[in-house]
């Protein structure tokens, strides 16, 4: 089973400032890999997909980058609706298909 | 517009079987690509994903959870149903369904509101 790490695990920042979160896979998935936020109550949703490809409609702020085993999120300027909990998820499709979350990052105001 | 919806008991004892159904409605789950998967998450607990179905009736599992999981599609009802056998009270989360989109490389694009279920007797 492929394994996802991220850290933090909890981080506290001000608006305004750059934000940076690393997922891990234990071994390569190539691109496979979205980002997603999610708010208390709610359901997450998605951020990026593909590593680095910005779902329509999300804000220009938040960006991907990685490929193989070492991915990043970073938010350039927090914003007051940017504190939430955010999980990056591999999803390769191909073989054995089978589909994991990280563990999840709280952004917390400081 | 797609939207999904999450259906089931919200208790269930243990031992139990857990039946949930997600009904979906702005896309067919007969178009080639297309998937629909589920994924629960403990209250103040991480997400897990648990099953994918794609248009073909190719599934997967959670290798984990992979003997007590069983998923199924009914395509004229536009439905999914994910069975999970002797529930425990860990199993108490908030169990969610998504859309896989058939193009783009996406993950889960649109989910479903989720639906609370509590394992105790």
């Known amino acids: 089973d492929i394994q996802m790490t991220q850290s933090p695990s909890t981080l506290s920042a001000s608006v305004g400032d750059r934000v940076t979160i690393t997922c891990r896979a234990s071994?390569?998935?190539?691109?496979?890999l979205a980002w997603y936020q999610q708010k208390p109550g709610k359901a997450p949703k998605l951020l990026i997909y593909k590593a680095s490809s910005l779902e329509s409609g999300v804000p220009s702020r938040f960006s991907g980058s990685g490929s193989g085993t070492e991915f990043t999120l970073t938010i350039s300027s927090l914003q007051p609706d940017d504190f939430a909990t955010y999980y990056c998820?591999?999803?390769?499709?191909?073989?054995?298909?089978?589909?994991?979350f990280g563990q999840g990052t709280k952004v917390e105001i400081k | 517009q797609i939207t999904l919806k999450e259906s089931g008991p919200t208790l269930v004892k243990p031992t139990q079987t857990l039946t949930l159904t997600c009904t979906f409605s702005g896309f067919s789950l007969s178009t080639s690509g297309v998937g629909v998967g589920w994924i629960r998450q403990p209250p103040g607990k991480a997400l897990e994903w648990l099953a994918l179905?794609?248009?073909?009736?190719?599934?997967r599992y959670s290798p984990s959870l992979k003997s007590r999981l069983t998923i199924t599609k009914d395509t004229s009802k536009n439905q999914v149903v994910l069975t999970m056998t002797n529930m425990d009270p860990v199993d108490t989360a908030t169990y969610y369904c998504a859309h896989r989109p058939p193009t783009g490389g996406k993950a889960f694009d649109i989910w479903g509101q989720g639906t609370m279920v509590t394992v105790s007797s």
């Open positions: 071994q390569s998935i190539s691109s496979w």
């Open positions: 998820q591999q999803y390769n499709s191909y073989s054995p298909g089978l589909w994991t």
């Open positions: 179905i794609y248009w073909d009736d190719d599934k």
